[in-house]
């Protein structure tokens, strides 16, 4: 150790930028101090210091503090003309803990350390006051005991409960002097028991004690675990510090008080002193709620001269900070004092609006206002959230899945949702144990998605997402029973048709209704966005599937669609039937009937969706999932085969086979057979929806892939089904054409998915010059278009070079790339091993969360480079997850790329952190 580095500093010498050697609290003390607020006189022990003591074995204070302490001591004695342990006229403390960050795990203040038997006679004497000395005295005896010598609080609760019922009172303020030196005598008692030795009466005992236990509380469980579930590492904040501040009463009579505010309003932003204080009180009255504090606005009041002097603080320490400040006030007998600052945490709403004004006043530049608010904050505005008025408790906990908050009747399945929802125009939240394609009608009729099992990419929450809507996944404790429409949780339950409130911001659930608050998209924000594209080098797109996800995607600002995939669109449904008629086609003539009924469909969504966002691009990725997944389930099918079979060879009437006809009811694609089937009850119906199940089954059996992901998909779909892609294409270039016959500026782009070699692409670009010739031909002018691929492949990105000469864009899907460059399958990853890889220390984040910037962003620089070496205006983006993370947009803008797509809501987040990139990074 080295014993030459000073540990101990006056408020008058600490270095007020040094949070990490002197703690947040202790740091703002002297930078207060040294801007001539009115602090009361003391000094900080570093962090250094507690950290150098906490690594001796038998925790002993580095050699030459208490020297030190001593000396402070002195001249603290000096600046307020008492003495510590002076029976006259004595100096009391307060023992503060305070880290770099603020943990709320830390340890307790002891405030009024320095009394004993004789100082406290001084107190009396100086203040006249024996009331207020006993007082303060027996306050001093429980704190310091709890605190500094580990005695239960209930040992002391039960006297003084005693004391309290003898003196028939019913709040402390009722006992008199008397009874609070009873108090105080028998809390001297309960110390004696608990720790077998006396309450230590030496001041500079108590005061070393205390130091000790502040360092002692850093090491301690409460603090390591709030360290440990908020993730704040040594970097962040290593030790804590000790603030050793001279005493000031705000319980010295009806001209004392004590109070905290902050500068601004934290919940509008609204330029106004805001608070709460307590007159004739101390400190932590104030928090401890057993009085209730008046508004600040009541100072003015009845203090006029000290709400005067209030808002000359509130000046200086914004004037001086350049943020909004949360701090404690103490007022002494006409004496105003502040005894701690920071900067005031605060919701979005106000965030934003406090960077508008505090930049309109000129306390803080652009870049200020703007690097203040933290991206990922933003979604906040843009969700409804559960009124944070109103106390709940939850009933049970999943993985926040998609943000916002919303009530309703609970229904279990998707037909339920929609007759409730859409034909009946309840508020429905569809509860599943999971959810599946064909529940989408489910998803458009419900307010809200709940489900008892899958991750934050299982099918629920991705749809819901996209959808915009709330959806809470994986809540294990619940435990779902579809067919008696009800679900239990511990020892409730509910049915269908009782009220539930899900915040999918939070993961939890709620029995009843909660009220939520709208979400507001205020002016400032888009001011604040407009500062942000400003001074942004990556532009903002949108991952958007629907004309409602564009418009709303637009809204929030973005400046086109990065990606906008098919098979939502196939996946409705309508839809659904004609997909898998063109699917289970036995013939080229049959799946080009089906097709030919798809094309004016999708011709419609892409003008729709070119109409919505024109002027600017529009991406449409070509189909890529594996076909089967469009088809019912294998193991479905074979039971409903079965059970058909039977029922079959049993007709036994009308009645047994209607209920039949209720189970075929389960597959939308014979929707309309079954409604025959219904008005003709006859077993050659019957037979006949056999024998489509039947070849139904064949089809899934055939189509059957171990791999799926790694199967029949993207691009190698598109090649051996060409019609397919060839529809689509047409569809885009078609509703191109209509777009511009109707004087709408378009920009279409069709990006291949899945390619791995440039034949792929040379292939697909064939038939789409083909089309292209022939829908210029009949509409009689060429329609222009970019033509692209994804990279999210391993060999796409090895063979940029030559993607790069048939393709005019790149835009990384890094889900996939992910996925193929760890060769991790996401659900299995995410499911089995990731959490544990993640514990361990063995990879530091879910790749699938935040980009892995060593290697998949490795592999994105490599393609770029290589890409852009062969054509330097190849234009690159990112339609991943990730291109709605700040951390990966800083990466994005970092290796040069043009754009990133996100989905709607992450806009305004992407839009911000894009700002704070560009600004960050020069
Ligand atoms: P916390 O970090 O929990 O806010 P503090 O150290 O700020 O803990 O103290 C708790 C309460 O005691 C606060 O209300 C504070 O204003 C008050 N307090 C602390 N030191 C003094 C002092 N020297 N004189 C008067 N009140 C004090
Ligand atoms: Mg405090
Ligand atoms: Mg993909």
Known sequence: MNTTTKHVF?????????????????????????????????????????????????????????????????????????GFGDSENPLLVSVRSGSAMSMPGMMDTILNLGLNEQTLQGVIRATGDARFGYDAYRRFIQLFGKVALGVHDEAFDKEFAAIKEAAHAKQDVDLSATDLKETAERFLKVVQNATGRPFPSDPYEQLEIAIKAVFNSWGGKRAV???????????????????????????????????????????????????????????????????????????????????????????????????????EFTIEQGQLYCLQTRNGKMNTVAMVRTSIEMEQEGLINKQQALLRIAPDSLEQMLFPRLDPTVKADAVAQGLPASPGAASGIAV?????????????????????????????????????????????????????????????AGAEGISVDVDRREARVGLTSFKEGDVITLDGTTGKVYLGAIPTVEPDFTPELNTLLGWADAVARLKVLANADTPDDARRARSYGAVGIGLARTERMFNDVERLPIVIEMIVAETPEKRQEALDRLLPLQRKDFRELFEVMSPNPVTIRLLDPPIHEFLPDEHVLERELSELRVLAQNARGVTVLAGAMGLLHASDALRHEVDTARRHIDPAVVEEVIAKKEAMLRKVRALYETNPMLGHRGVRLGITFPEIYQMQVRAILEAAAECAKAGIQVKPQIKVPQVCTAAELRKVKTFVDTIHAEVAERYGKPVSFKFGTMIEVVRACLRAESLAEEAEFFSFGTNDLTQATFSFSREDAENKFLPLYNQSGILQDNPFDVLDVKGVGKLMKLAVDWGRSVKPDLHVGICGEHGGHPASIAFCHEAGLDYVSCSGPRVPVARLAAAHAALLAD
Request: contains cysteine.
């Open 225 to 327: 675990d709030y360290r440990k579930q908020f993730h704040i590492t040594p970097e962040m904040a290593n030790g804590t510090a000790v603030n050793v501040v001279t005493m000031v009463f705000g319980n010295r009579g009806d001209d004392s008080a004590t109070g905290v505010a902050f500068t601004r309003n934290p919940a509008s932003g609204e330029n106004k002193l805001y608070g709460e204080y307590l007159v004739n009180a101390q400190g932590e009255d104030v928090v401890a709620g057993i009085r209730t504090p008046k508004p600040i606005d009541r100072l003015k009041v009845e203090m006029p001269e000290m709400a005067k002097q209030l808002d000359e603080l509130r000046d200086k320490l914004e004037s001086h900070y350049h943020e909004v400040q949360d701090f």
């Open 412 to 472: 279990f399945d998707a037909d339920r949702a929609e007759q409730l929802g859409h034909e009946q125009g309840l508020k429905v939240i569809l509860v599943r144990e999971e959810t599946k394609p064909e529940d989408i009608h489910g998803f458009f009729a419900a307010e809200g998605i709940l489900t008892s099992r899958g991750g934050k990419t299982s099918h629920a929450a991705v749809v819901a997402r996209g959808m915009g809507k709330p959806c809470v």
């Open 10 to 82: 006056a408020f008058e010498d600490g270095d007020g930028k040094n949070k990490h050697l002197l703690g947040g609290k202790g740091a703002n003390l002297c930078e207060m101090t040294q801007i001539g607020l009115n602090v009361p006189p003391g000094f900080v022990i570093s962090t250094a210091a507690c950290l150098d003591y906490l690594a001796t074995p038998d925790h002993t204070l580095p050699a030459g503090i208490m020297d030190d302490v001593h000396t402070q001591m002195r001249a603290l004695e000096q600046k307020t003309g008492k």
